[in-house]
C-alpha cells in the first residue's frame, strides 16, 4: 500500500548510529523528518547529510527530530560520519538508521515487496531510496518527497514547507506558492470573508475563492 498524506506512519524498532529505537516513540509530541538514502559513502548523500548537520539549532527552533535512514549497517554509517563531519563542519547529532534487511524501506513504500540486496551491489539497485518525509505529532504524514540520485535535495525548501505545515497546522490558515516565513496566507475556503475578517482582520479579496490576509502568527 502507498504511504499517502495523513496516514500514520508506520511504526518499527530499529539499529541506529545512536543505540536502538522505537519510531513513533522516538518521535513522542515532536515533529520529525525522516529522509532517506540508497548507500553510505556516495557523493550527493554525503553533501545532503552535511547539510542537515549543518542545521541542527534550525530543526531544534521548530521542535523537530531528524533522522536518517540509509540501506546500510550501523557500522558503515559510523565510519561514514566521520566523512559527513569532515566535509560539513558540523556534527551529525542525529541518528541514522540501519536498514541493510530494507524492512523500513518497504514499510514507506520506497522499495517493492520482493526488493532485495543482491551480491555487489550499487547504489542503483536502492536508487528509489531517496525520500523525505515530515511527519506531525499525531505520527501523521503531512508531506513527501522523492529525489533521484542525481539532485541532492534543498533542505532550505525542506524548513520552508516544514514552517507552513507547522504554521496551517496552529493558525488554520493556507500557504501560496514560494511562501516565506511572515508573508501573507490565504484564508481556507471553509471560511466566509466576514468570518475572515472577524478572525484575522484585513482581508484582500482577489477571488471569492482567493483571500489573502496578514500572517497572523
Given at each position: 500500500m502507498a504511504l499517502r498524506i495523513n496516514d500514520t506512519v508506520p511504526d518499527f524498532t530499529a539499529r541506529t548510529s545512536q543505540g536502538d529505537i522505537s519510531f513513533h516513540d522516538w518521535i513522542g509530541d515532536s515533529w520529525a523528518i525522516l529522509f532517506s538514502h540508497p548507500k553510505d559513502f556516495t557523493p550527493v548523500c554525503t553533501t545532503e547529510f552535511g547539510a542537515v548537520a549543518q542545521l541542527s539549532e534550525e530543526w531544534k527552533k521548530r521542535g523537530t527530530k531528524v533522522i536518517g535512514v540509509s540501506v546500510d549497517g550501523v557500522d558503515e554509517h559510523m565510519k561514514w560520519i566521520g566523512d559527513i563531519e569532515s566535509y560539513a563542519g558540523a556534527d551529525v547529532d542525529f541518528p541514522i538508521i540501519a536498514?541493510?534487511?530494507?524492512?523500513?524501506?518497504?514499510?514507506?513504500?520506497?522499495?517493492?515487496?520482493?526488493?532485495?540486496?543482491?551480491?555487489?551491489?550499487?547504489?542503483?539497485?536502492?536508487a528509489t531510496v531517496r525520500a523525505v518525509f515530515i511527519i506531525g505529532p499525531d505520527k501523521q504524514l503531512k508531506l513527501s518527497m522523492t529525489y533521484p540520485m542525481t539532485v541532492?535535495?534543498?533542505?532550505?525548501?525542506?524548513?520552508?514547507?516544514?514552517?507552513?505545515?507547522?504554521?496551517?497546522?496552529?493558525?488554520?490558515?493556507?500557504?501560496?506558492?514560494?511562501?516565506?516565513?511572515?508573508?501573507?496566507?490565504?484564508?481556507?475556503?471553509?471560511?466566509?470573508?466576514?468570518?475572515?475578517?472577524?478572525?484575522?482582520?484585513?482581508?484582500?479579496?482577489?477571488?471569492?475563492?482567493?483571500?489573502?490576509?496578514?500572517?497572523?502568527?
Open positions: 536498514d541493510d534487511g530494507l524492512k523500513i524501506s518497504k514499510a514507506f513504500d520506497m522499495l517493492p515487496a520482493e526488493a532485495y540486496l543482491p551480491d555487489g551491489r550499487t547504489p542503483a539497485d536502492s541532492g535535495r534543498n533542505f532550505a525548501e525542506v524548513l520552508r514547507a516544514l514552517d507552513a505545515l507547522q504554521a496551517s497546522a496552529k493558525l488554520g490558515v493556507a500557504m501560496p506558492a514560494n511562501w516565506e516565513m511572515g508573508q501573507d496566507v490565504i484564508v481556507p475556503t471553509s471560511v466566509s470573508t466576514e468570518a475572515a475578517r472577524e478572525k484575522y482582520g484585513a482581508v484582500e479579496e482577489i477571488f471569492p475563492y482567493l483571500r489573502k490576509t496578514a500572517y497572523p502568527g
